[in-house]
């Protein structure tokens, strides 16, 4: 059983992925929204949570209607209609900037040309954006265009740290690449790895008091054996196999 632990860390990313894709179940390709809306939706979350970047996206369009009018309203008024996110007077003018890019460049508020584009070429191109670094360029291609690039977020940093997928000192923009590194360049392989760690971090790996009982990867997991010991043949029985949605409802 301790054996399991001194995995190496390709092996662990590979068993997180077989274990979580059981537990959670696989996911469905197609696209959660459009591709504007990931990309302005994944901006407004920055530190806030689903909830109020929800509410401040539904505000933005009811107050201005569409991207022509979000783009033309005055700034104050954009920040006070998305005030439930994080950091609106920061916010209001880049989300001005990116649509008025975009509609420079393109000449409407599309970024279907990304599905044609080399890879690299897209992730600098949307990176160059105003607040737009690696996590939320990543989302975008990989949800709505099916590239395969992994987000990784402050939760899917923290279970891999956690894991031992990566070390200690790596840091979330370099786990970006590490954790890809140990996946296959398989776009429906990285999406569920990337939702279902997501997923994990919100529910049961949470920063302060993580709820290791009831992990499924508690029989890899060097932040389990450090505090807990090797997981026994009675923990691991007792760890449930799938999710039950009465501890929470997953984002999709």
């Not at 022509?68 to 900037?97: F, K, M, S, Y």
């Not at 009982?213 to 389990?224: A, R």
């Amino acid at each position: 059983m301790t054996d399991a632990y001194s995995l190496a860390p390709a092996d662990k990313t590979w068993q997180d992925h077989v274990i979580l894709n059981e537990f959670f179940g696989p996911l469905d390709p197609a696209p959660r929204r459009t591709p504007m809306r990931e990309l302005i939706s994944t901006l407004l979350s920055h530190r806030t949570t689903h909830r109020d970047e929800e509410l401040a996206y539904d505000r933005m369009l009811e107050a201005f209607g569409d991207w022509d009018g979000v783009l033309a309203a005055p700034t104050n008024a954009l920040a006070h209609a998305i005030r439930t996110t994080r950091w609106p007077d920061t916010q209001a003018p880049r989300i001005q900037e990116i649509l008025r890019r975009i509609k420079a460049e393109q000449g409407a508020f599309t970024l279907d040309f990304l599905a044609d584009w080399p890879l690299e070429k897209g992730l600098a191109w949307l990176t160059d954006m105003p607040g737009i670094g690696l996590k939320t360029a990543s989302l975008v291609l990989l949800f709505n265009y099916q590239k395969p690039v992994l987000p990784v977020d402050t939760h899917v940093h923290r279970v891999a740290q956690r894991v031992g997928m990566i070390g200690p000192k790596v840091s979330v923009e370099k786990a970006h690449q590490v954790l890809l590194s140990q996946l296959p360049p398989d776009a429906l392989v990285l999406l569920n790895f990337h939702k279902h760690n997501y997923w994990l971090g919100q529910h049961i790996c949470f920063f302060a008091k993580p709820d290791c009982p009831n992990c499924p990867l508690k029989g890899i997991c060097n932040y389990y054996l450090e505090h807990y010991g090797p997981a026994t043949e009675e923990a691991l029985a007792a760890t449930p196999t799938q999710w039950n949605v009465a501890r929470g409802e997953l984002q999709h």
